[in-house]
């Protein structure tokens, strides 16, 4: 099983490029998120999709903006990239929107320089 | 508002040693209290989680958690530690209600195993 599947897996952006992290899960789940990972602050939600068409701000969404494709896929989009953005950026997915645990992507490391 | 404090950044323990991570959280009602972990270059795996009942939950990998509502606090323990152990730990807390888009997760324990 496949299971939670991020491209790319690295990647380095010059300072107001654009770019867009796919994810794609095949457990059919119906909630789908976005995470940042930052040393020493953990990780905080960008933003989640609790359905298919339907997606909700997280914590930290400025700057990003996603689309629910199909159930499946759950794109992350950069549209004018900042050095502040340079993190690890996590897909995760889970069955339901409460009491489930989440299935993570292996992530996508991301520079901007 | 919620939030999850875990005080040991970095933690090294000897191989066949006892190891218990510590966790704190703050939330108003009852919470939702998960332990998450990451392997070197891998996404975070479930190792357990605690909704209601049994106040000490097993989880995978011979880890287990206590949940003390008096001290706020939700360690992680293992009696043995196994070189495969190392990795980071992140404990989370469900907010409101335990909703999964609504997990608030810790800045992370970093376990390092000597042999």
């Known amino acids: 099983n496949a299971g939670v599947t991020q491209t790319p897996k690295f990647q380095v952006l010059k300072t107001g490029q654009s770019m867009t992290l796919q994810c794609a899960q095949d457990?059919?789940?119906?909630?789908m998120y976005w995470y940042r990972q930052d040393p020493g602050m953990g990780l905080r939600l960008i933003y989640y999709?609790?359905?298919?068409?339907?997606?909700d701000k997280g914590e930290v969404p400025n700057g990003y903006n996603v689309s629910r494709l199909n159930k499946r896929e759950f794109s992350l989009r950069l549209e004018s990239a900042a050095p502040s953005q340079t993190s690890v950026y996590f897909c995760?997915?889970?069955?339901?929107?409460?009491?489930?645990?989440?299935?993570f992507g292996s992530g996508t490391q991301l520079s901007v320089l | 508002a919620q939030s999850v404090t875990q005080p040991d950044i970095h933690i090294t323990v000897s191989e066949g040693a006892s190891l218990e991570l510590r966790c704190n959280y703050s939330?108003?009602?009852?919470?939702?209290l998960f332990w998450y972990v990451q392997s070197p270059g891998q996404g975070l795996q479930l190792l357990l989680k605690?909704?209601?009942?049994?106040?000490l939950v097993q989880g995978i990998k011979g880890f287990e958690a206590e949940f003390k509502r008096s001290q706020s606090s939700f360690n992680l323990r293992k009696p043995s530690v196994h070189w495969s152990d190392a990795a980071e730990y992140f404990c989370?807390?469900?907010?409101?209600?335990?909703?999964?888009?609504?997990?608030?997760f810790g800045t992370g324990t970093l376990l390092a195993v000597q042999p």
């Open positions: 457990m059919n789940h119906n909630s």
């Open positions: 995760a997915s889970s069955n339901r929107d409460r009491d489930e645990k989440l299935f």
């Open positions: 999709s609790a359905s298919e068409g339907t997606t």
């Open positions: 605690y909704f209601s009942g049994d106040t």
């Open positions: 989370a807390v469900g907010a409101e209600g335990g909703a999964t888009n609504k997990l608030i």
């Open positions: 939330y108003g009602a009852t919470p939702y």
